[in-house]
């Protein structure tokens, strides 16, 4: 009698992204994915039930690497302002190369196809503003930063806009000098 052969989900995540990522959105499918990984529609739908789940856990890997790096940075602190600190740091250092700009391409791609990882998605970033007061002006000035990097990055990143060396390590600079300027004023 012959042994059932072990699915690997991070290999058929891996195959899904590069999907995702070769032909678009659109020809993420079960039978896709399936035929990726040399295994029938049947072993795709045994370790993600739907193709909702199959983005849903596309969605959790990245968030759980996401957020490993935010622990990490932090030293765990639950200190909103330290958290947002480092998600920016995260966000600036963030390569800038052909995987980054896939990785985005995917991601943007998993939650245009589903609405419930958009809002998923849509209540983390928000989140990300708890415990802030905007009557303080470091914690009004920490959402700028916030804003600066996430819309230079999605600029840079989806080729809407390019940048040179110096011109995006100027802006790294810029705002590494008001991260430091508001550490100096708390």
């Not at 998600?87 to 052909?98: G, T």
């Not at 990882?117 to 002006?137: K, V, W």
Request: proline residues 1%.
């Amino acid at each position: 009698m012959s042994r059932r052969k072990k699915i690997d989900r991070d290999r058929l995540l891996d195959l899904a992204e590069a999907i995702v990522r070769e032909r678009g959105a659109a020809a993420l499918t079960v039978a896709a994915l399936a035929r990726a990984a040399g295994i029938t529609n049947g072993g795709v739908q045994y370790s993600f039930a739907t193709k909702e789940h199959l983005l849903a856990a596309m969605y959790d890997r990245w968030s759980e690497d996401y957020d490993a790096q935010v622990a990490a940075m932090t030293g765990g602190s639950t200190d909103h302002a330290t958290i947002l600190r480092a998600q920016i740091k995260i966000i600036q250092q963030e390569e800038y190369d052909q995987a980054s700009l896939d990785r985005s391409a995917v991601m943007m791609a998993v939650l245009m196809q589903s609405p419930e990882q958009m809002e998923r998605y849509r209540r983390e970033c928000t989140a990300r503003l708890d415990g802030l007061d905007f009557a303080r002006e470091d914690h009004r000035r920490l959402l700028m930063a916030l804003m600066a990097v996430e819309g230079a990055f999605m600029m840079r990143g989806f080729g809407f806009m390019t940048f040179t060396d110096a011109a995006w390590k100027g802006l790294e600079n810029e705002i590494d000098s008001m991260l430091t300027n508001l550490q100096k004023d708390a």
